[in-house]
């Protein structure tokens, strides 16, 4: 096989190996960041919480209540009553878009942008 | 010239080659509905060594437009989206086979072909279907399933293409 493979196939594959990888971490980079986080509780809307303030705030979810925080920019839960804890493990998190659930209680954290996204420009 | 009974075979087969792996492909199960490896193009670069553009681009068409009657995509968004991204691949595969020469192999050739064709789809899926560049978010994945799609269909390519050379007189290298 490689001996079919011509220097320019090579160097050509290596450039365009580097060309995604560009691209995927271009692409992450740009992601908006929040600005605010909601809290909802089903369909409830409990919490709007701006990322630039630390704030910690309980949301009663259907077995329980979940504790949560926004420290340093970033929203995470840091408590709940349920089973797994999945939501916790979740951990910190900033990025216009993201979202942390707790399935059992029926409580959803979702993290805002108010800026259009900035990735407009790079269509061209 | 009007073509020989031979070479309107031989695009034939081409043709039916390129829609046998096109409806293949539509059975093979990917994460997300728009990821390819674009099997079909192995069709697309080996009547690239062997006909003119005019040709190619005849042979890309019926693929198209037959692979899509039977996997019942036709005039939906799919079609359109395999539609653009054949006829831009087949074009700038062809421009840069004609341009460099013997610089790159066939495999070389398919890995441009596949990254044109992403690139071409990710133009049309924003300029008529969302309208938002939201879906560049998509690039990225696009642009990974190029690089194995084209690889996967180069080297398929490349084995196929020693194959015929040794049956030699099956390919009429001149017409």
């Known amino acids: 096989m490689f001996r079919t493979l011509t220097v320019a196939d090579k160097v050509l594959s290596l450039t365009l190996l580097g060309v995604t990888i560009a691209v995927f971490w271009g692409i992450s980079s740009l992601a908006t960041p929040g600005s605010f986080a909601i809290v909802m509780i089903g369909d409830q809307l409990a919490y709007k919480l701006p990322l630039d303030a630390n704030k910690v705030v309980t949301a009663q979810g259907r077995i329980g209540d979940v504790t949560i925080e926004v420290r340093g920019g970033k929203v995470g839960v840091t408590r709940a009553d349920c089973p797994n804890h999945v939501c916790v493990r979740t951990g910190w998190r900033s990025r216009g878009g993201e979202v942390i659930v707790c399935v059992p209680n029926h409580v959803w954290v979702k993290i805002l942008s108010n800026d259009k996204p900035e990735i407009k420009g790079v269509t061209g | ?175």
């Open chain 2, 1 to 175: 010239m009007p073509r020989s009974s031979r070479h309107l075979t031989t695009m034939s087969f081409f043709s039916i080659v390129g829609i046998a792996l096109f409806v293949l492909e539509s059975f093979i199960p990917m994460p997300l509905p728009f990821l390819k490896i674009g099997l079909a193009n192995v069709s697309t670069l080996l009547a690239l060594y062997t006909f003119g553009l005019t040709d190619v681009l005849i042979i890309v068409l019926i693929r198209v437009v037959a692979g899509s009657l039977l996997v019942g995509s036709i005039f939906s968004p799919g079609f359109l989206l395999a539609f653009a991204g054949g006829v831009s691949s087949a074009l700038v595969m062809s421009a840069l086979k004609r341009m460099t020469g013997d610089l790159f192999s066939i495999f070389g050739i398919s890995l441009v072909g596949a990254f044109v064709h992403v690139i071409a789809q990710m133009f049309i899926v924003v300029l008529l279907f969302v309208q938002s560049t939201a879906v560049l978010i998509l690039f990225p994945m696009l642009l990974s399933s190029a690089l194995i799609g084209g690889t996967v269909v180069g080297w398929i390519a490349v084995r196929l293409h020693q194959i015929l050379e040794r049956m030699g007189s099956f390919i009429p290298r001149a017409f």
